[in-house]
């Protein structure tokens, strides 16, 4: 474990940098125009923050700015925090891989061909700098190998909740989700067993990570 104080003038230059990219998340995710849109259009309303994708940046932003208010106000951050952000990581990581394999040139990327700003921050830059964040002001403590499929809660939740309200309204998401669009029932579970796979093994690769970076004395 290494012993090495950051200092002050550095904690204070990531805790505006973790503001900037928690309000770029939120104006990239635009919830204040969710039912401003076609209502046919697969982001309005509520289908706005059914999205995991929408829920992982969330989640991200939330930590982006507890982070920064610990920071600010010279507070300590409790056992739980590192869990959040081990959390927002994994479910970042999650979103990144996923659309880069399966959702390009889907409903969810409606324009492949032009540059879509809120695309490229909730599903590439948001990943990437998360990880970084993480990699480079690492927790005090590690998260256990045990305790890190805590983290897999949400995502188990999310899919209930996925697939209990496609149950009610007929909408789905992803497409690899509708049975209508991936070969029924059997080609949505080989999709959901292949992602539950991957994030058993993204939560167990965190925690040796995380036990590997660990840092006594750095932000969180």
């Given at each position: 474990?290494?012993d090495t104080e950051l200092p002050q003038d550095i904690k204070w ?208």
């Amino acid at each position: 474990m290494k012993d090495t104080e950051l200092p002050q003038d550095i904690k204070w230059f990531n805790a505006v940098v973790l503001v900037i990219m928690a309000w770029v998340t939120l104006v990239a995710i635009e919830p204040w125009t969710a039912w401003q849109m076609d209502p046919q259009s697969h982001g309005y309303g509520w289908n706005r923050f059914s999205y995991f994708t929408i829920q992982s940046n969330m989640i991200a932003t939330a930590t982006y700015i507890i982070a920064a208010v610990a920071i600010l106000r010279k507070k300590q951050l409790g056992e739980w925090f590192r869990y959040l952000r081990a959390a927002a990581v994994l479910y970042m990581i999650v979103t990144g891989v996923v659309f880069t394999v399966l959702l390009r040139d889907t409903a969810v990327d409606t324009d492949p061909n032009h540059f879509n700003w809120s695309n490229f921050i909730l599903h590439e830059f948001g990943p990437f700098f998360i990880t970084v964040w993480w990699l480079l002001w690492p927790s005090k403590k590690p998260i256990t190998a045990a305790n890190s499929f805590y983290l897999l809660i949400f995502p188990l939740i999310w899919v209930i909740y996925t697939f209990v309200r496609a149950a009610i309204t007929g909408w789905y998401p992803y497409p690899f989700l509708d049975p209508d669009v991936s070969g029924g029932i059997a080609g949505v579970s080989c999709y959901v067993l292949a992602i539950t796979i991957f994030f058993l093994f993204l939560c167990q690769l965190l925690a040796w990570i995380s036990c590997a970076r660990e840092n006594n004395n750095t932000l969180y």
